[in-house]
């Protein structure tokens, strides 16, 4: 199984690859014992959105060699337009389900993101690759890193981050660090690293390490998980869902519906 075995469903101009969770990562641990890399982006209503306004973002998808709907209205709108994608496959789920296929294989997994470490707590990166390692037989940790907020914008905080990802040779990196700024990050890595993976998994390092709770699974089955984002998290995310996404997502289906 390959990549290149999908034709990929098209949803407002950007393609995605009509595969289960289960086949992605049969797909990357193939792919690593094939000696081959490659970028997993994982879009939701708000990432695609922003393709349509913002070519940086459109030079990230068509830089992903596995693009997958993380949001039930692009599973919806793909049923509508009667090309149906078989799932959602989140980056949250990814990061575990990932992690325990690699374990099989004794693979090893860098995790980027999470929260500083403050009063003798370790950072999130630490506890969460910690999970990780605990919950997925044989899975081995490379290293984890939680950068200091701005480190892009230090020319030698960025190329000492770089070195130290790039030298410990993972196998897959996970990087949530938060959309657009990850997959930048995953830009520069991939260029020194080409047989590695990449997933760019927002919030997902949080959720692992247990700083945030993720929404039930029945709010992530029915396409409510947005709902319990925005009441964990207010301030940050009302504008966003309720200004831009929420009116996107109705027009996006609308127009899947008349085709």
């Not at 403050?118 to 290293?143: E, F, H, N, P, S």
């Not at 995953?186 to 390092?205: D, E, K, N, S």
């Not at 089955?221 to 995310?237: D, V």
Request: glycine content about 10%.
């Amino acid at each position: 199984m390959s990549v290149e075995a999908f034709d990929r469903v098209r949803l407002d101009g950007t393609g995605f690859d009509p595969v289960t969770e289960g086949e992605v990562v049969a797909l990357v641990r193939e792919a690593i014992s094939a000696g081959r890399g490659g970028r997993i982006l994982t879009p939701n209503i708000d990432i695609l959105r922003q393709s349509r306004e913002d070519a940086e973002v459109r030079t990230y998808l068509d830089d992903a060699d596995l693009v997958v709907a993380d949001g039930m209205p692009l599973v919806w709108a793909s049923r509508l337009s009667g090309t149906p994608l078989p799932e959602r496959v989140a980056g949250s789920s990814l990061i575990w389900s990932l992690s325990r296929g690699l374990g099989h294989d004794n693979r090893s997994v860098f995790v980027v993101g999470g929260t500083p470490a403050a009063d003798g707590v370790k950072d999130g990166a630490t506890r969460a690759a910690d999970r990780l390692a605990a919950a997925c037989a044989g899975l081995r940790i490379a290293g984890t890193l939680c950068p200091d907020y701005g480190f892009e914008r230090d020319v030698q905080a960025y190329a000492d981050f770089c070195a130290k990802v790039a030298g410990a040779e993972p196998d897959l990196v996970f990087v949530g660090l938060g959309f657009p700024k990850q997959e930048a990050v995953i830009t520069r890595l991939r260029a020194a690293m080409p047989r590695a993976w990449f997933v760019g998994c927002g919030a997902a390092v949080n959720f692992v390490a247990g700083d945030i709770e993720r929404a039930p699974r029945w709010m992530q089955r029915t396409g409510l998980e947005w709902a319990h984002r925005l009441g964990t998290e207010p301030r940050r995310l009302a504008g966003r869902y309720l200004k831009h996404d929420a009116p996107y997502a109705l027009r996006l289906l609308a127009q899947a519906r008349r085709r």
